[in-house]
């Protein structure tokens, strides 16, 4: 039996993935969500509760690695008092603080949410700290920063909209309107960078074979796939609308109301080419 390792949001889509590929690569693996039936291995953790995170880490084994991939999502509604950030920084705190002073080796799921919008180069540049006046990707952002400083062995891995056959609500955000089966055509057809969870778990496993250190990586199918292509999958009615039209709408579309961020960023996922530069860079120790 390999290394002892902890999946945080271990029923969600990309921690039940790669809860799976680590059993098969032979890791002992234990999994913790805030609720579900608990198993041997997977147990029901409130995570935003300090005393019962607390607990929980005090009566593991010897825990080696932590996968963290337990976060509100993007576009959904955390519990009261908090935004979305917030509430996932209080999850990560109480983990950090849980461990103590013999912090594991961390693997966290972060998001290419944290660039935002405004970088007209593409690809957009691996970049450690980008500005960003994305909430959800200020918070992603702000945990990194988080475990950079508190973490000697750290991999921060940036994923693209991920997705499989059975989850691609990532991927119908580029072409549909909302709640609908209207589909948008922009043209000229923006190009996007997606993520194939199989490809989560193959960077995952990587980490877990390469000395101590601390990386960052941006991982993502090598191919940029074209909503013109994204169009042809999906059965629906499609209007045409030039991306300049789109592009107008968002600038004019005010951000001090939360509809109006809302709306801004559901546009930015039809209109907007999603392209980033992948790979994995080097960061300085502590």
């Keep these: 039996m390999k290394n002892h390792i902890l999946v945080t949001g271990g029923t969600g889509f990309i921690g039940g993935a790669l809860t799976k590929v680590l059993r098969v690569a032979g890791y002992k693996v234990t999994s913790v969500s805030r609720s579900s039936a608990e198993t041997e291995d997977h147990f029901a953790v409130d995570l935003a509760d300090k005393e019962s995170v607390a607990e929980f880490v005090r009566d593991l084994e010897s825990v080696t690695t932590v996968i963290h991939c337990a976060a509100i999502a993007h576009g959904k509604t955390p519990p009261q008092k908090y935004s979305i950030a917030d509430f996932n920084t209080l999850i990560l705190e109480n983990l950090i603080s849980a461990f103590g002073s013999l912090q594991p080796h961390w693997i966290f799921l972060s998001s290419i949410s944290v660039y935002g919008e405004g970088y007209e180069k593409k690809p957009v540049p691996i970049m450690v700290q980008p500005e960003t006046t994305d909430v959800y990707g200020l918070g992603k952002l702000r945990d990194e920063q988080r475990l950079l400083a508190t973490c000697d062995n750290l991999d921060i891995i940036r994923l693209m909209p991920t997705y499989d056959l059975e989850h691609m609500?990532?991927?119908?955000?580029?072409?549909?309107?909302?709640?609908?089966?209207?589909?948008?055509r922009i043209l000229p057809p923006p190009n996007y960078c997606l993520c194939n969870v199989s490809l989560v778990g193959d960077a995952v496993l990587k980490c877990l074979d390469r000395i101590s250190g601390r990386r960052l990586h941006q991982v993502g199918d090598k191919e940029l796939l074209s909503q013109r292509d994204l169009l042809e999958k999906f059965p629906g009615f499609a209007v045409t609308i030039p991306q300049v039209l789109i592009k107008i709408c968002i600038r004019l579309i005010p951000i001090q109301l939360k509809l109006g961020c809302t709306v801004r960023l559901l546009l930015k996922k039809l209109a907007q080419p999603n392209v980033y530069e992948?790979?994995?860079?080097?960061?300085?120790?502590?």
């Design 169 to 184: 609500e990532d991927v119908k955000k580029r072409i549909f309107f909302p709640k609908t089966s209207i589909k948008f």
């Design 278 to 286: 992948l790979g994995i860079v080097d960061l300085p120790c502590k």
